[in-house]
């Protein structure tokens, strides 16, 4: 067996860790190790799905649509589409091209077609605080694997490049510090710009945020994709595994004034270290020119690509969302009151899977309209049965809102 320097060497160079990861990698080859003990020839094909990945060709991602509202570092870009707008709202965690991920796979140009004019928040990106610019903390707070260069030269700004033809989103005044309240109240100012009330469809966290705006905006409707709200539901077991998960990054995270991704992704990856390290393996077995490999790639390539949070955000996130259930409780406050689903006066809908390891079914946010799915919290928006099981209930609901 190779030793774990050696590995690391062998598999990700430093220009192709950078780029194509997984990260955090010494965390995930902990895990492949782990997984695979006493199975020489699993590991062998684990480590060959790894090479094959980080080698793949990358298709380049479609242009970012153009912007026509801005609010901080957030905007709105606009699809395309005729009939009442749909903001979608993503996750803080991840980049928000997971709603756009490919050409042939993108529920937002799709809707595009289906007689809904949709629009998606782009958070932006973080730049570090001043006192950290220049410094290698987060490369050293993560064992190296937060290095991520980009054209600004910067290892904190990692996620999507931004074309410039449409305007990128502003970076974040340097030292500010947005908790998840703040960011959700970013909603409002973007929602005003539009002129009319819009349908508000929010992912994962972005769910939790898009319900809170939905107090204190005129909206149409509140659609919630897989958006946690009783972080009860999550489980004691889970709960207290993130929270020793925090305790040992946030002194670091503190003192950058950021939560690197890479912290985040090992809180996912230890929901389900099996299947982290069997879909590698899988991926050795496919051929890296069938559509099945391409879609891999491009959906490994987003989850290794987000952006560091800020500080402020990451402790709501661990410490009072996942430690203390505020959102469940209904204590969580954003724009002077409390968020409370009962009080909600506008159509509603919400998907929830069954088979969700990221966002289990217990701590949705269990509003009277629901759906209930099969599919994972990534596959119900771009696997193969997103488009019958999602996209299309979606579309059909918005389309019939816009009819009444």
């Not at 969580?332 to 506008?346: I, S």
Request: proline share 10%; hydrophobic share 45%; with cysteine.
């Amino acid at each position: 067996m190779d030793e774990p320097s050696t590995e690391k060497e062998r598999l990700a160079p430093g220009h192709a860790a950078a780029q194509h990861g997984p990260r955090p990698l010494p965390l995930f080859l902990d895990l492949m190790r782990s997984q695979t003990e006493g199975d020489p020839a699993r590991r062998a094909a684990v480590l060959a799905g790894l090479r094959a990945y980080q080698a793949a060709p990358r298709t380049p991602r479609p242009p970012d649509m153009p912007i026509v509202a801005r609010a901080g570092r957030a905007v709105l870009r606009d699809y395309g589409g005729v009939g009442p707008p749909a903001v979608f709202v993503p996750s803080l965690i991840n980049p928000p091209f997971i709603l756009d991920l490919a050409e042939d796979n993108s529920l937002l140009r799709w809707l595009s077609t289906q007689g809904v004019r949709p629009l998606l928040v782009d958070w932006g990106v973080l730049n570090p605080p001043l006192h950290l610019q220049g410094r290698g903390t987060a490369r050293e707070a993560s064992g190296g694997a937060a290095e991520r260069s980009d054209e600004a030269g910067s290892p904190f700004r990692s996620g999507p490049l931004h074309h410039a033809s449409h305007g990128p989103p502003p970076p974040a005044e340097l030292g500010e510090e947005q908790d998840i309240a703040a960011h959700a109240e970013l909603l409002l100012p973007l929602l005003g710009e539009l002129g009319e009330p819009a349908h508000l469809v929010g992912y994962c966290l972005g769910g939790t945020m898009a319900l809170a705006a939905a107090m204190h905006a005129r909206i149409r409707s509140l659609t919630l994709i897989a958006a946690p709200w009783h972080f009860a539901g999550f489980g004691p077991a889970a709960r207290d595994d993130i929270a020793a998960l925090w305790q040992a990054a946030r002194p670091a995270a503190e003192a950058m004034g950021l939560v690197p991704m890479e912290v985040l992704q090992s809180g996912f990856w230890r929901l389900d270290p099996a299947r982290t390290v069997a879909k590698y393996e899988a991926f050795g077995r496919l051929d890296p020119a069938s559509d099945s490999a391409r879609a891999f790639v491009a959906l490994e390539d987003w989850a290794n690509a987000g952006a560091p949070l800020p500080y402020a955000a990451g402790r709501d996130l661990f410490e009072d969302f996942i430690g203390a259930d505020v959102t469940g409780r209904g204590a969580w406050r954003v724009g002077g009151g409390t968020v409370d689903p009962a009080r909600l006066r506008v159509p509603t809908l919400e998907f929830v899977s069954l088979s969700d390891r990221i966002v289990p079914a217990p701590s949705s946010a269990r509003l009277a309209n629901g759906r209930t799915l099969g599919l994972g919290h990534v596959g119900m928006i771009v696997g193969s049965r997103a488009r019958e099981q999602l996209w299309q209930p979606l579309a059909a609901m918005l389309s019939q809102l816009q009819q009444n």
